[in-house]
């Protein structure tokens, strides 16, 4: 099992750049698929990017590739999520989750793959 809590969510101003992290506890984050999505008010949880246990593989929603960037530091058992050129239809609360399973090109982006998720840091974004 393994616990994750996010953070650096703020209020900033369209184009501005804004870094996310979630800390992971139990067991090591190497051992999982990591991901972020995001859930603005009324709207359905929405896949941000993911990235494989190595690294290597990162995959990223239409709407925020080419700005948001995906990495880990496994010896840290920390996510990060760099956002950049932020834009006002990024508002949401941001969560981070774990998937212990094997990586997958066709589902990736499914929120029933993960087992474990953050409770989630708000970012807001005006224009």
């Known amino acids: 099992q393994v616990q994750l809590v996010e953070s650096g969510g703020a209020l900033v101003?369209?184009?501005?750049?804004?870094?996310l992290s979630c800390a992971a506890s139990g067991r090591t984050l190497?051992?999982?698929?990591?991901?972020?999505?995001?859930?603005?008010?009324?709207?359905?949880?929405?896949?941000?990017a993911l990235v494989s246990k190595n690294g290597i593989i990162?995959?990223?929603s239409a709407s925020v590739k080419?700005?948001?960037?995906?990495?880990r530091d496994n010896a840290k058992n920390t996510v990060y999520l760099q956002m950049n050129t932020l834009k006002p239809e990024d508002t949401a609360v941001y969560l981070c989750a774990a998937d212990g399973g094997k990586y997958s090109a066709d589902d990736y982006s499914r929120s029933q793959r993960f087992d474990y998720w953050g409770q989630g840091t708000q970012v807001t974004v005006s224009s």
């Open 13 to 19: 101003q369209a184009g501005d750049s804004l870094r």
């Open 58 to 60: 990162r995959n990223y």
């Open 66 to 71: 080419g700005r948001f960037t995906i990495s």
């Open 30 to 48: 190497s051992s999982y698929i990591m991901g972020w999505f995001r859930q603005a008010p009324g709207k359905e949880r929405e896949f941000v």
